[in-house]
């Protein structure tokens, strides 16, 4: 544990927003009260694939109460995708539909019930199309296209580093495996919605649950065909996000389409059956692994191939998948590694960013495999990951540019927090039926953001400040606040760098309209890019309340510093002016308000090579280490987690209490849901699991105690050290958790979720391994 | 459209409303009295996010027909406070890190509130069972629990 110098970053604060939440006076989309605001709703496929002959709108039209019936024939037609080259996706359907739950016409009217009628009263004629809801499938040579491409390919990515057959041959231990990981649902609490009402002048307010303001103010120009000036975006209080809510949904374009159309505020909400039949979901990957290691544990070669299921419309499965297929030549020291992915159309729901972005998925092949190699090498699973981890300040063979680094401390953590060596291969009793195990797992994860979304060179965050002349300040971000504290977190930047308290610092965040922009809330990158964007606006006018201070206190600029609500020169704090002092004398006397602009536009980062995939391609590298102690009942498969350890390598905790809040929520409320209990089931292309009794996701019965440790690596460029944590809470539980029940019953389940029955079937079928 | 009157109180407040046969004590909440602290998560009583207390015990507001609440008493989040001040579980659920979203917060809040009324000292199980049907997908429950269990006098 490093020393904590500083007043107010290090602390465990409780969270800004935490008054309006405990009381219910924040406000979520579905909370809004504006008058005469009308009731949006969707008229979604039934059918997997089907082309679209007619659409019959005129009963709705006529119905009273019914503001307004729009088709694809009111809208642009322009297509819209985080990353446009591959764009196809419309807000209404004018073609085709291509999965259930495709959404093909709206309505507005002045209550729900109206609404509903309404679309039962749309008539629309299809002509059925043969549909796939399996890639392997929808590849076959010959088989129709659900969009252009041939064989339903989306994309195909293959990219090699070093000499991956040289690199098995010399390897002593080659092992190959196959792995699956299903469609999963984000289950945000709070259902996907929006609310948009356009004024006199045709300019539009949109209160959207979204992750990215900014980017979404852009995406609606785009598809309304408006200028950005007449579009203000805020992002409102938001139950849950995890990566569904980056980027636009057709529920946005729609809503606002239908104010435009009404003159009306209009506000559209997913039901909780709408929210899992056609909400965006963890893409599915099949995933074949392959690894070659030498007689002395060090990996030497890796090579994966990458079927992902895209769904029926393309959003960001080229980026998750590409993230998935890289890790293979980030995760450990590692000389030859070669990825193959194929990203498939299928008539299936499509996928979207979830939390990990594709990273759980290989995390999960790769970490298995990583046992399976210690136990084939009679090594211990710890130590042969402590032989392999990857160093600080090193280059990976792919280019990454890996600076601060805890890898290591991690895994020690763990093995000593959990007692590993006193439990592993001992804790189960062989005359029980009930056993016990204990099972590890890394993780390498980008704590910073990437550079390649929306264009070659954008992942900046832009924030400003302006001081009252009481002292107090005002902070703008263009970040977005989904529950994990950065707002919180940005406050406590704020404090710290202007020498204030927290309860000095107002934060407004996510208003288009009012804050710079920031690229909002993916990759784990708020704390990192926003937090420097703060921590630069701060300095900025720092440097402006140290030029009014340096006259009032006759002293150098560069001798001052700012701490605890005062300004003194250094060493000699008993020379002091209060900040508010200095603020009121900007203000008044000098006539010249203290306004600071920070923007950070990551420096660090490069978009990979687009033929070798070399590149760093983020500022900062998150690691961790989880361990899971679990037990199995042999005679009924259950799996219950009784501790989860888990140490996270995250630069800086800049709020210790708020960092731990982001890792037992990412394991107990999704990593174990993850390994354990999730999975949509989809027949037909019709996800049938539309409830959360039959979508099961942790209840509080069913938690665990979480260990948690904060590695502090403090990192040499994030804000007061620190790198991202929100995703890399769950990316390695899964994998923990099937190492753990390996450590227990001697069998790995390679296809998620690890139900009771594949255990059964497992052990039924296969020869348990000899305790040594 | 059948209406009918009822006579309800709501955080200790009597009132009287016209309302639709077939609405839900939840949308009356919200939609009609305009008091939005309780969510709507899935409005099949499967999430809890529309815990509110009737007749002193934790029910999903979205199971229940507003004319069924005839006569009852409903307490919502927005009552629990003592004029300015905080329920106790408000202040300790902020203090111990247990709200992150914050949208199951105040059914959670509720359940909490519901258990320690009927069961001053419950144990960890207890709670754990008291709560199961309020559904957290952010924070996780323990730090929930911590919440609720550092107001237990042992």
Known sequence: ?772 | MAKRTIRIHINHEEMEYSVDNKITLLDLLRDVLNLTGTKKGCDMGECGACTVILDGKAVNSCLILAVDAEGSEVETIEGIREGSSLDPLQVSFIENGAVQCGFCTPGMIMSAKALLRRNPNPNSEEIKIALAGNLCRCGGYNMILKSIRSLIKE
């Open chain 1, 1 to 772: 544990m490093i020393t904590n110098k500083y007043d107010v970053i290090g602390k465990g604060l409780p969270r800004i927003d935490g008054l309006v939440k405990v009381t219910g006076e924040a406000k979520f989309v579905s909370d809004i009260k504006l008058p005469g605001i009308l009731c949006g709703k969707i008229l979604r496929s039934r059918l997997p694939h089907a082309r679209i002959l007619n659409i019959n709108t005129s009963k709705a039209e006529h119905m009273l109460g019914v503001k307004a019936v729009i088709t694809a024939k009111d809208t642009l037609k322009k297509t819209f995708c985080i990353n446009m080259r591959m764009a196809n996706n419309l807000l209404l359907q004018n073609e085709k539909v291509r999965y259930v739950g495709d959404q093909i016409a709206a309505v507005a009217a002045v209550d729900e019930e109206i609404a509903l009628e309404a679309l039962s009263l749309i008539e629309v004629d299809y002509e059925e199309l043969p549909a796939f809801f399996d890639p392997f499938e929808a590849v076959i040579p010959g088989k129709p296209k659900i969009h252009k491409e041939e064989n339903n390919i989306a994309l195909s990515i293959s990219r090699s580093f070093g000499d991956i057959e040289k690199g098995f041959n010399e390897s002593n231990i080659v092992l190959e495996d196959e792995f699956y990981s299903p469609p999963v649902a984000h289950c945000c609490l709070e259902p996907r919605g929006c609310v948009a009402s356009v004024d006199a002048s045709g300019s539009l307010t949109v209160w959207a649950t979204t992750q990215t303001p900014h980017p979404l103010r852009e995406e609606l120009s785009g598809v309304l065909g408006l200028p950005m000036i007449k579009i203000r975006v805020i992002q409102q209080f938001m139950g849950g996000g995890f990566g569904s809510r980056m980027g636009m949904d057709p529920i946005d374009g729609i809503t606002c389409l239908l104010s435009l159309k009404t003159g009306k505020p209009v506000r559209i909400v997913n039901t909780r059956d709408e929210e899992f039949l056609s909400s965006r979901i963890r893409y599915p990957m099949w995933i074949w692994l392959k690894t070659g290691v030498k007689r002395n544990g060090r990996l030497h070669a890796r090579q994966v191939k990458i079927i992902t299921d895209n769904g029926a419309y393309s959003m960001e499965g080229d980026t998750v998948m590409g993230n998935a297929l890289s890790k293979v030549a980030q995760l450990y020291n590692i000389p030859n590694a070669k990825y193959e992915g194929k990203l498939v159309y299928t008539n299936n729901v499509y996928g979207g960013a979830c939390r990990g972005y594709g990273n759980p998925q290989i995390t999960y092949a790769m970490e298995i495999q990583m046992d399976k190699i210690a136990e084939a090498l009679n090594m211990d699973a710890a130590e042969i990951r402590l032989l392999n981890a990857n160093e600080p300040d090193s280059v990976t063979i792919s280019g990454l540019q890996i600076g601060s680094c805890g890898l290591k401390d991690c895994i020690r953590e763990v093995v000593d927090a959990s007692g590993w060596a006193q439990k592993r291969g001992r804790l189960s009793d062989h005359k029980s039926s009930v056993r016990r195990g204990i099972g590890m797992a890394n993780m390498i994860h980008g704590g910073s953001g990437v550079k390649f979304f929306w264009g070659d060179n954008c992942n900046f965050s832009a924030a400003t400040i302006k001081f009252n002349s009481d002292g107090t300040a005002d902070v703008f971000t263009g970040s977005a606040e989904l529950g994990q504290g950065s707002n919180t977190v940005l406050a406590m930047i704020a404090a710290e760098e202007c020498g204030l308290m927290i309860e000095d610092i107002n934060i407004t965040n996510g208003d288009t309209l009012v804050t710079p922009p920031c690229r909002g809330a993916w990759a784990s990158r708020q704390t990192f890019t926003a937090g420097l964007a703060v921590q630069l606006a701060c300095k900025d006018a720092k440097r402006q309340l140290f030029e009014v201070a340096s006259y009032l206190l006759e002293a150098n600029q560069d001798d001052l510093v700012a701490k605890n609500r005062k300004i003194f020169v250094k060493g000699n704090p008993s020379k002091f002016i209060a900040i508010a002092e200095a603020a009121s004398e900007a203000f008044f006397n000098s006539g010249v308000p203290i306004i600071g602009r920070g923007i950070n536009d990551d420096p660090w980062s490069f978009k990979p090579d687009s033929k070798t995939g070399y590149g760093n391609i983020n500022s900062a590298y998150a690691f961790a280490t989880q361990a899971a102690e679990v037990e199995v009942d042999m005679e009924t498969g259950c799996v219950t987690v009784l501790n989860m350890y888990c140490a996270h390598d995250l630069g800086r905790a800049i709020n210790p209490l708020l960092a731990e809040c982001q890792i037992e929520g990412g394991v107990l409320s999704m990593g174990i849901g993850y390994a354990l209990t999730e999975k949509l089931i989809i027949e037909n292309g019709e996800v049938k699991n539309r409830n959360f009794a039959d979508y099961k996701i942790l209840t509080m019965a069913d938690i665990c105690n979480v260990h948690t440790i904060l590695v502090e690596t403090v990192d040499s460029k994030g804000p007061f050290g620190a790198k991202g944590v929100g995703e890399p809470a769950m990316i390695p539980t899964a994998a923990a958790i099937a190492n753990a029940i390996y450590d227990a019953v001697g069998v790995w389940v390679y296809d998620l979720p690890i139900t009771p029955e594949k255990i059964l079937k497992t052990i039924n079928n296969k020869q348990r391994v000899l305790r040594r």
